[in-house]
């Protein structure tokens, strides 16, 4: 079941942000009281529209995106590090479950001993790679709430759409899974070895963002396909899995190279008898 528990919290965290997104329906503006509705989804609106050149709801959601990516590309930077040092570890994790493959208490208890040794030997943190996803929930969460509940953004518009409504030619939900599945695709390509939950994680998200986007504020369509093109742009150039493929296949050869001349060196043809 470990293998699920990524796509599990996905889920979980994504069904939060509907849940909550749903908590509050009054009006936002200067007077709005608490901590979330005050300065979190108010300064929200406000640096939307100050984004929206022309007063373009659309342009400031979409500059707005940007400017959320942009911070978040360090982090996101040191996520793609740690996954990739994870998938480098597989071989030796594979291992481990290998010689610790009894269920018994005692043995397992070793079995993560060992694995929390090897990621501390190489600087591995395993669930780094969720916490980019919590991170982003709630500024998902802001800013439909931002969409949905500050009259200025909810009247907005974007060439066909009412952003306060969904999109009724649902082509921002068909972008954004599209964009989701290949973003999700691109990160799988680097893998070493398949893994079961990113192969069902890569085909259940794009369903769940085209499903919710059918029925949410075309604004957070709008999110999410800026968002989502703009992580596979980004990991086409940092953590691009042909150029990795193609290091690996290198390597590969390599070592083939050394083992081959390493077997001819250890044993050399003998030399022809003298007549």
Known sequence: MKKYKRLLLMAGLVTLVLVLSACGTAPINESST??????????????IKFLSISANTGIGIILFTLVIRIILLP??????????????????????????????PETQRLFRE????LYAENNVNPYAGCLPLLIQMPIMMALYQSI??????????????????????????????????ASSYLTSMSQIESNASLKIMN?????????????????LSLYWVVSNAFQVGQTLLINNPFKIRKERAEAERQVKERE???KKAMNPKKKNKKK
């Open 260 to 262: 081959r001349a390493l």
């Open 34 to 47: 608490g901590i979330w509705d005050r300065y979190i989804v108010y300064y929200f609106a406000e640096a």
């Open 75 to 104: 982090l996101m930077h040191f996520q793609t590090k740690s996954m990739r040092k994870t998938q480098e570890l597989q071989p030796k994790l594979k291992a481990l479950q290998k010689q610790y493959s009894s269920k018994d």
């Open 148 to 181: 949905s509940r500050v009259p200025e953004l909810k009247q907005g518009s974007f060439m066909w759409l009412n952003l306060g409504q969904p999109d009724p030619y649902l082509i921002l939900p068909i972008l954004a899974a599209v964009f989701t599945f």
């Open 203 to 219: 085909f259940v998200m794009p369903v769940m963002i085209f499903v919710m986007g059918m029925s949410l504020a075309s604004g």
């Open 114 to 117: 060992e694995q929390q040794k």
